[in-house]
């Protein structure tokens, strides 16, 4: 009598060498992942002058009284507020978008000519930034533009609306311009936006302003892609501040910050998908971006945008420099 075999039949020698391929290439995986998540975080990085240094004749004294809404998970972000020194047709109001590693306050010289021009101005401390929930965090990655969405509501203004960035706040403003409401603005302005490592406007220099993990972008992108986003709080990004002020702003940024302050990784679908009217400022002298090239970078992207340049400032001095003042006020009036 033949008995049925109670154990399943071992597979063949060829079986058994293909499993176990596979087995030692998702252990080489598995390492080369862990090892990147471990060790390929954003390394240290010298302070860059030209970027901390402008800050030091700035008078702060008369910087407005942190103001502050309650974002939809219950987190109080905090914002500036500059009423206007004088009736402006539309009533229009500016919200303006800090850049990298900064905070609302940062904005203060620019957010002072504009609300003298006649415009009311909100300064935002976005979500990881300021006062705004935990340095270098955010919960998601879209939660930014949740958070300028709530904004809005919170703090609701009768007439039209300018969302403006300076750095990397231009390019969220632009990642918020293409977006699914973008309608909450009638009007964008980006103050010598960061478009993307790719774009041509991007400079490469030898004293850097971030220092990037790529490493550790990279496996937690291949994590999330398979829905693992236990890890999106680790660092990514490292700004080369001066230690006097490192406990004034935000020193990293979390992989979901490093990504929801910023354009898409598609940078110019961003452009594309945008139908408000749109403009850009930016200085001649800019030492991270190439200002001569911003035209060329949206008419590539196929959406030919208004830009000025101003002679003669740098990067920080169009938020600051008396001269950028003028050419900012008309592009916001325009």
Same mark, same amino acid.
């Given at each position: 009598?033949?008995?049925?075999?109670?154990?399943?039949?071992?597979?063949?020698?060829?079986?058994?060498?293909?499993?176990?391929?596979?087995?030692?290439?998702?252990?080489?995986?598995?390492? #080369?992942?862990?090892?990147?998540?471990?060790?390929?975080?954003?390394?240290?990085?010298?302070?860059?002058?030209?970027?901390?240094?402008?800050?030091?004749?700035?008078?702060?004294?008369?910087?407005?009284?942190?103001?502050? /809404?309650?974002?939809?998970?219950?987190?109080?972000?905090?914002?500036?507020?500059?009423?206007?020194?004088?009736?402006?047709?539309?009533?229009?109001?500016? #919200?303006?978008?800090?850049?990298?590693?900064?905070?609302?306050?940062?904005?203060?010289?620019?957010?002072?000519?504009?609300?003298?021009?006649?415009?009311?101005?909100?300064?935002?401390?976005?979500?990881?930034?300021?006062?705004?929930?935990?340095?270098?965090?955010?919960?998601?990655?879209?939660?930014?533009?949740?958070?300028?969405?709530?904004?809005?509501?919170?703090?609701?203004?009768?007439?039209?609306?300018?969302?403006?960035?300076?750095?990397?706040?231009?390019?969220?403003?632009?990642?918020?311009?293409?977006?699914?409401?973008?309608?909450?603005?009638?009007?964008?302005?980006?103050?010598?936006?960061?478009?993307?490592?790719?774009?041509?406007?991007?400079?490469?220099?030898?004293?850097?302003?971030?220092?990037?993990?790529?490493?550790?972008?990279?496996?937690?992108?291949?994590?999330?892609?398979?829905?693992?986003?236990?890890?999106?709080?680790?660092?990514?990004?490292?700004?080369?501040?001066?230690?006097?002020?490192?406990?004034?702003?935000?020193?990293?940024?979390?992989?979901?910050?490093?990504?929801?302050?910023?354009?898409?990784?598609?940078?110019?679908?961003?452009?594309?998908?945008?139908?408000?009217?749109?403009?850009?400022?930016?200085?001649?002298?800019?030492?991270?971006?190439?200002?001569?090239?911003?035209?060329?970078? /949206?008419?590539?992207?196929?959406?030919? #945008?208004?830009?000025?340049?101003?002679?003669?400032?740098?990067?920080?001095?169009?938020?600051?420099?008396?001269?950028?003042?003028?050419?900012?006020?008309?592009?916001?009036?325009?």
């Amino acid at each position: 009598m033949k008995y049925p075999a109670l154990l399943p039949a071992l597979p063949g020698t060829g079986m058994r060498t293909t499993l176990l391929a596979i087995a030692a290439t998702l252990g080489v995986l598995a390492l #080369v992942l862990i090892t990147a998540l471990v060790f390929g975080g954003p390394q240290p990085i010298a302070p860059l002058a030209s970027i901390n240094r402008p800050f030091d004749k700035v008078d702060f004294s008369d910087v407005p009284t942190t103001c502050s /809404f309650v974002a939809r998970d219950g987190t109080r972000l905090a914002w500036l507020d500059y009423p206007a020194a004088r009736d402006a047709p539309g009533k229009r109001r500016i #919200v303006l978008v800090h850049g990298s590693s900064a905070r609302a306050r940062s904005m203060h010289v620019l957010a002072k000519s504009l609300a003298q021009a006649g415009f009311s101005v909100a300064a935002l401390d976005m979500r990881g930034h300021g006062d705004s929930g935990a340095r270098g965090q955010a919960g998601y990655v879209d939660q930014l533009e949740d958070d300028v969405a709530d904004f809005m509501r919170a703090v609701p203004h009768d007439g039209s609306s300018t969302l403006a960035g300076f750095s990397s706040g231009g390019g969220f403003v632009l990642r918020f311009s293409g977006g699914k409401r973008q309608d909450l603005f009638d009007r964008y302005l980006l103050l010598a936006p960061y478009l993307h490592r790719s774009a041509p406007t991007h400079r490469a220099i030898k004293d850097s302003w971030a220092s990037v993990g790529l490493p550790r972008i990279i496996a937690l992108t291949v994590l999330n892609r398979m829905g693992i986003t236990a890890w999106n709080d680790l660092p990514t990004l490292r700004f080369a501040l001066d230690e006097a002020i490192k406990d004034q702003l935000t020193s990293s940024y979390s992989y979901n910050l490093t990504l929801a302050f910023a354009p898409h990784q598609d940078y110019q679908s961003d452009i594309r998908g945008g139908h408000q009217p749109m403009r850009v400022v930016a200085g001649s002298e800019d030492e991270l971006f190439d200002a001569s090239r911003y035209a060329d970078a /949206f008419a590539d992207a196929g959406r030919p #945008v208004p830009v000025s340049v101003v002679p003669g400032v740098g990067h920080m001095g169009l938020t600051l420099d008396p001269r950028a003042m003028p050419a900012i006020v008309q592009a916001a009036g325009q």
